[in-house]
């Protein structure tokens, strides 16, 4: 094993791991191989003070997101040998308030026949008081043709995921291999599933639905009859629940479209998430009656988002932050990839809102900055933080420069190429974020600037920044905003506001 090529020759252009190395089992790794490889990544730069991120290798789509037994529980796509996508596992982390996780390692390894070439995405769901998953077992034949099957499973009390029932063990008439990610909701004395599929016929991204009484044998019940006829070649990801607004029940369905073509500030990602809103699907008829498309998320680094329901009955919102076939610069480490932040979801006139969880406030340690803000100003020095600002009368032309290499306001200088802006034009409502010379640079061939024209003036902004991450919520979550950027020198962290007539408060964290 140690004589393997274990990275990226580049972060421009991956290499393609032989096969023995890209699915090797856990099961078939010493454990002093596994320990070497997380103590580089510990001493790597870039990790995340409070985010989830793997001790090791790549981790990508929330899994199992749920709340059970007095935690909440999130399992994730983890291939620990490395920053790419190989034979995935699952891993799992608890945490009785969605900051402090309790590290519960991997879950599931795929060293099944029928899960030989991976454990793929699936939900969470309570049975006889036990917790099940559904979820997309991969496995590949020796001419390396892929199938799957969309699998029951268990969490026995050792806290490991074994097989229970092969539910759907072949691809319904209709429909491509590209048929997974079941996610699993209970509604009138039944369980549902809704999986990402494409279709034979047309190559056309869409989704079904299948039922269950037991929560072990299901039957598929049809196709979701939506008015996107002509949406992308694969819906990865679906999760449809309910939110209220103004008294009445709206059905929400997330998924992440592949195939769709960019516009002008919109689609600027290799893969696209987002949702439609419209009344609750018709579980006999599968017809779902809804609105526009949106994406979740305007930011460069978002995808395959997955919901559950607190206790309280908040519907919370994790994602992947990274996307698929793009390298990072953390890829020459061994590593890659966070989560976002925990965000609750709102419905307000036909649109989702995402704010930050209640919770984070408790992360807030030191307050650095706390003013009415007439002039430029030097905010702080910090590398984990958040910073709230808001102007009752709407934001005029602003500048917040983030993670500078000198407290100095004129960016020209030379020692102050480096930094990641978020920018503000009053004129036009709108809201820029440019990570150009953030560092770095990666993934340009997808632009190093997003743009966000806004509805109504902008009165506050809300944002975490964690070493290498930023999330950004305008307006109080009306729009949403996550990233990646990677300074060449991480312990620059200068924090300045170019404008004025804004109340600020930065918190370190």
Same mark, same amino acid.
């Given at each position: ?49 409070? *985010? ?64 030989? *070439? ?131 029940? *709206? ?91 925990? #965000? ?19 992360? #807030? ?145």
């Amino acid at each position: 094993m140690n004589n393997k090529k274990t990275q990226f020759s580049s972060i421009n252009q991956k290499i393609e791991w032989d096969r023995e190395i890209r699915y090797t089992p856990l099961t078939e790794v010493s454990a002093f191989f596994l320990e070497t490889l997380k103590t580089r990544v510990t001493n790597a730069p870039w990790r995340l003070g409070y *985010h989830i991120q793997p001790t090791c290798g790549l981790m990508n789509d929330p899994n199992g997101f749920c709340f059970f037994a007095g935690y909440y529980h999130l399992f994730y796509q983890w291939f620990p040998l490395g920053p790419v996508h190989g034979l995935k596992h699952w891993y799992h982390v608890k945490s009785k308030n969605l900051i402090d996780w309790i590290d519960c390692g991997v879950a599931l390894v795929p060293n099944e026949a029928i899960n030989s *070439h991976g454990a793929y995405s699936g939900s969470a769901f309570i049975l006889n008081e036990e917790l099940h998953f559904f979820y997309t077992a991969n496995r590949r034949d020796t001419n390396w043709q892929r199938s799957c099957s969309q699998v029951i499973a268990k969490l026995d009390s050792d806290g490991f995921i074994y097989t229970v029932n092969e539910a759907i063990s072949s691809i319904p008439s209709g429909y491509t291999e590209h048929f997974r990610d079941p996610k699993v909701w209970y509604e009138d004395n039944t369980f549902y599933a809704i999986i990402g599929a494409q279709s034979s016929i047309n190559y056309k991204g869409t989704a079904v639905i299948y039922s269950s009484r037991d929560g072990i044998e299901w039957k598929m019940l049809g196709e979701i009859q939506t008015q996107l006829d002509d949406f992308g070649y694969m819906w990865e990801c679906p999760d449809y629940f309910t939110l209220d607004f103004a008294g009445e029940t *709206h059905g929400i369905l997330i998924f992440s479209p592949q195939g769709i073509e960019a516009q002008e500030y919109k689609y600027q990602n290799i893969y696209q998430s987002g949702y439609i809103v419209g009344s609750q699907i018709n579980l006999h008829s599968l017809s779902f009656v809804h609105g526009e498309f949106e994406e979740l998320d305007f930011g460069f680094d978002f995808y395959a988002p997955q919901t559950t329901t607190a206790p309280d009955g908040r519907r919370i919102l994790f994602a992947w932050m990274g996307l698929p076939e793009i390298a990072y610069p953390t890829d020459k480490d061994g590593w890659a990839h966070c989560m976002t932040l925990p #965000r609750e979801l709102y419905l307000c006139n036909g649109k989702i809102v995402q704010k930050p969880i209640k919770e984070l406030v408790n992360l #807030r340690k030191n307050r650095l900055f706390h003013n009415e803000i007439v002039e430029d100003t030097f905010l702080g020095r910090c590398q984990t933080f958040e910073l709230e600002a808001s102007c009752l009368n709407g934001f005029t032309n602003f500048q917040l420069v983030l993670y500078a290499s000198s407290p100095e306001f004129n960016a020209s200088k030379e020692e102050n190429t480096q930094q990641l802006i978020l920018r503000y034009d009053a004129k036009i409502q709108c809201f820029i974020i440019d990570r150009t010379n953030a560092g770095i640079v990666f993934a340009t061939e997808y632009g190093t600037t997003r743009k966000l024209y806004l509805s109504k003036p902008l009165t506050h902004i809300q944002v975490f920044g964690d070493y290498s991450s930023l999330e950004v919520f305008i307006n109080e979550g009306e729009s949403v905003a996550s990233l990646r950027h990677f300074p060449s020198f991480p312990e620059n962290n200068n924090l300045i506001w170019n404008g004025r007539h804004a109340k600020m408060t930065l918190w370190q964290y």
